[in-house]
């Protein structure tokens, strides 16, 4: 039942995004520092905009991540008394 609700709303937004490309053909003028001038359509221009914002919280979310990590690793060492850049987790044979 999950994976039908999310093919469907995968479906909606894939038809959304085709009909707002179809509507939205302009050329839109972009101006850059240095003198640097794109013309791209709307269209590319919003999904260029979107890419960006998926890659910059995919970053922030694995340094988050990575902070958290380490946080957690410092808490069990302080815990179990191990020395500083030993594994505090047993390894079975």
Same mark, same amino acid.
């Given at each position: ?5 999310? /093919? $469907? ?11 707002? /490309? %179809? ?6 003028? =972009?101006?850059?520092?240095?003198? =640097?001038?794109?013309?791209? !359509?709307? @269209? ?5 905009? $979107?890419?960006?914002?998926?890659? =910059?919280?995919?970053? /922030?979310? $694995?340094?988050?991540?990575? &902070? *958290? *990590?380490?946080?957690?690793?410092? %808490?069990?060492? /302080?815990? @179990?008394?191990?020395?500083?850049? @030993?594994?505090?987790? !047993? &390894?079975?044979?």
């Amino acid at each position: 039942m999950k994976k039908l609700f999310f /093919a $469907l709303v995968f479906l909606a937004v894939f038809v959304f995004g085709l009909t707002f /490309a %179809a509507r939205n053909p302009q050329v839109v003028g =972009i101006e850059y520092y240095f003198g =640097i001038d794109v013309e791209l !359509p709307l @269209t590319l221009l919003l999904l260029g905009s $979107l890419v960006c914002g998926v890659v =910059i919280g995919f970053v /922030a979310s $694995l340094a988050s991540g990575y &902070r *958290r *990590r380490r946080r957690r690793q410092r %808490a069990e060492r /302080a815990a @179990t008394g191990a020395a500083p850049g @030993t594994s505090v987790v !047993p &390894r079975s044979s």
